[in-house]
């Protein structure tokens, strides 16, 4: 089963618990999973911790070159590893990997900005996900 997940990068996380998020996420993800993760610091590379974790593998959805630099020192490595360690990677943006998805983990502030884009997105493709 193919599981994209979104959710905010760390800067919007700032404030919420990292831990009791990475727990969920952890909890969530199940060993025959195929994670798709756009990659972004935050949410994103700790689902793929998660499924690691788990023996599942993941895909990169790499929205644009240089995504990296976005991200603190610390990030951008742990990004790095994972990259090299995914099952595949995509170079394209959030609505490839709606299409591409059997269903969604959303972590998600009700705010506007990309996740926001995948929830609506999830919505009318008529795909399943947990909020």
Known sequence: MKVLV???????????????????????????????????????????????????????????????????TTDALCRYELVKKAWGIKKTRNSQMVEDCDMGLIVWDGNKGGTHNVFQQMIECGKPFLW
Not at 34 to 61: E, I, P, R, T
Request: glycine share 12%.
């Open 6 to 72: 979104s959710g905010h990068r760390i800067q919007k996380l700032a404030g919420y618990d990292h831990d009791w998020i990475k727990d969920q996420l952890k909890d969530a993800v199940q060993e025959h999973w195929v994670g798709l993760s756009g990659m972004a610091s935050g949410v994103d590379l700790w689902f793929c911790h998660a499924l690691m974790n788990k023996g599942a593998g993941f895909q990169c959805y790499i929205p644009f070159e240089g995504q990296e630099k976005t991200m603190n």
